[in-house]
Nanobody, 130 residues
Framework: AEAAAGVWGGLVQAGGSLRLSCAAT?????????????VGWFRQAPGKEREGVSC????????YYIDSVEGRFTISKDNAKNTVYLQMDNLKPEDTAVYFC??????????????????WGQGTLVTVSS
């Protein structure tokens, strides 16, 4: 089975909100096909390295956030839809980046090590205007 993740971003003004969706295809979030992964959201701003933003384990729902988005972003999951969401509120211009989602079966997925994540989505641009 293959897995793929897609996201849909957009353009928003500072202070606005946007929700990203990451839908896995080719397997399910019920532990039957490929175990229980974590889904991570990453972003890459122009000229900067890719950084982890938030992640959630699809089995126990444990979530992690980086400090710069804590309290503004909310990650959630819908296992029935094999989808993970990233609700982004109070967006700031510094949130502008290409956002990606990916899957990890690592026991330390919260470290956001990109080499521990697989099946990267194609990425979507989120632009926050001031």
């Amino acid at each position: 089975a293959e897995a793929a993740a897609g996201v849909w971003g957009g353009l928003v003004q500072a202070g606005g909100s946007l929700r990203l969706s990451c839908a896995a295809t080719g397997f399910t979030f019920d532990g039957q096909d490929m175990g229980w992964p974590a889904v991570g959201w990453f972003r890459q701003a122009p000229g900067k390295e890719r950084e982890g933003v938030s992640c959630i384990h699809v089995h126990d729902g444990v979530t992690y956030y980086i400090d710069s988005v804590e309290g503004r972003f909310t990650i959630s999951k819908d296992n029935a839809k094999n989808t993970v969401y990233l609700q982004m509120d109070n967006l700031k211009p510094e949130d502008t980046a290409v956002y990606f989602c990916a899957l990890s079966w690592s026991g330390s997925y919260w470290n956001f090590r990109t080499d521990q994540y697989h099946y990267w989505g194609q990425g979507t641009l989120v632009t926050v205007s001031s």
